[in-house]
T-cell receptor, first 113, second 116 residues
């Protein structure tokens, strides 16, 4: 059974600081997604990582994928309040039956002034 | 592109009634649609996967007679919560994928169901 573990689950940051969210998964996959969810809202796609070594950046967020280590990271640079949200990673099981996504538990990020 | 809509965005109903939620892919043909449920402060849990024109595949522990899924066309899937009870109150999110299993899923805006 594929398991996806995120840590930390809760993260309180000061504005201007850097931090990394980690996403470990338990089986082979080279397709991983990062999403943002604001309270009461659905998921917003942030990054799609499709191969080993993939690195993508958008603004203050950068995501990477190491399929050999089964690890993805979401790095936050110089955090600002607007980044406060819950962030989910999800691993694609496309190698399995129907290409389902298995989600991590999410990291609730709170950026304080 | 790749827009998925859901209707209604929120619904309040009495215990024992049935509620239908629609999920539509607006600008692409969704051969596969997924239904997720999210309880407060928790992650998304996959309920079922539906392929156009065939029966849905339900995840373990999800009652198929209670959560009826129909995927009658390439742009529409419906989830009917039958005889809803307060414990069915949740945020229901659908996603849709075009053609093959290598394509990204696109998520709808979600439906908040409250059962009184």
């Amino acid at each position: 059974e594929l398991k996806v573990e995120q840590n930390p689950l809760f993260l309180s940051m000061q504005e201007g600081k850097n931090y990394t969210i980690y996403c470990n998964y338990s089986t082979t996959s080279d397709r991983l997604y990062w999403y943002r969810q604001d309270p009461g809202k659905s998921l917003e796609s942030l990054f799609v990582l499709l191969s080993n070594g993939a690195v993508k950046q958008e603004g203050r967020l950068m995501a990477s994928l190491d399929t050999k280590a089964r690890l993805s990271t979401l790095h936050i640079t110089a955090a600002v309040h607007d980044l406060s949200a819950t962030y989910f990673c999800a691993v694609d099981t496309y190698g399995g039956s129907q290409g389902n996504l298995i989600f991590g538990k999410g990291t609730k990020l709170s950026v304080k002034p | 592109g790749a827009v998925v809509s859901q209707h209604p965005s929120w619904v309040i109903c009495k215990s024992g009634t049935s509620v239908k939620i629609e999920c539509r892919s607006l600008d692409f043909q969704a051969t596969t649609m997924f239904w997720y449920r999210q309880f407060p402060k928790q992650s998304l849990m996959l309920m079922a996967t539906s392929n156009e024109g065939s029966k849905a595949t339900y995840e373990q522990g999800v009652e198929k007679d209670k959560f009826l899924i129909n995927h009658a066309s390439l742009t529409l899937s419906t989830l009917t919560v039958t005889s809803a009870h307060p414990e069915d109150s949740s945020f229901y999110i659908c996603s849709a994928r075009e053609r093959d299993a290598y394509n990204e899923q696109f998520f709808g805006p979600g439906t908040r169901l409250t059962v009184l």
